[in-house]
DNA sequence: CGTGTAAGGAATTCTGACACG
DNA sequence: CGTGTAAGGAATTCTGACACG
């Protein structure tokens, strides 16, 4: 484990100004990692929003998830 | 402000082991200032969570609120 | 591909009150 | 005094899908 998973999809989003729909999406790319309630809502750590706040830059940049995801690998 | 307040009461609730009464009551009680949701929910910060548990050690070694209170004044 | 949205349901939180003592 | 609880409502989040392209 690396860092305490403990906010919410609401205030991550007003944190890294993205929506909840990007946020999801790129834990659907298996892009970030968040925790989960015992009834299923999404927790996640200051670590998760830096990672989505670069994931959505390098997007901006041009790159795909699939690339993205491979950074991830290779490091 | 001191730090971000992102944290729910439900994840209060886990890390310091109170439950959601008590630490509502805390706030009543004028010991802790989480801040609000638009929609009224509670956030609290590292901080906050910290104060929580300081004040229910202090409750159980005799002190009453209005004291603790006393001593927040007092700093 | 990455993101928007409407849809219905479920989890979470909120307040005010009654209770004990 | 500090905390438990049942009650009803409201805010928040979840999933799967259709849309655009």
Known sequence: ???????QIGVVSELTGLTERQIRYYEDR???FPD?????VR???FEDIQA???IH???SDGFHT???R?????S
């Open 1 to 7: 484990m690396t860092k305490k998973k403990v906010i």
């Open 30 to 32: 298996k892009l970030i």
């Open 36 to 40: 989960r309630s015992k009834g299923g």
């Open 43 to 45: 927790k996640y750590s």
């Open 52 to 54: 989505i706040i670069d």
């Open 57 to 59: 830059t390098k997007l």
């Open 66 to 68: 699939v690339e993205l």
């Open 70 to 74: 491979r950074m991830l690998a290779g």
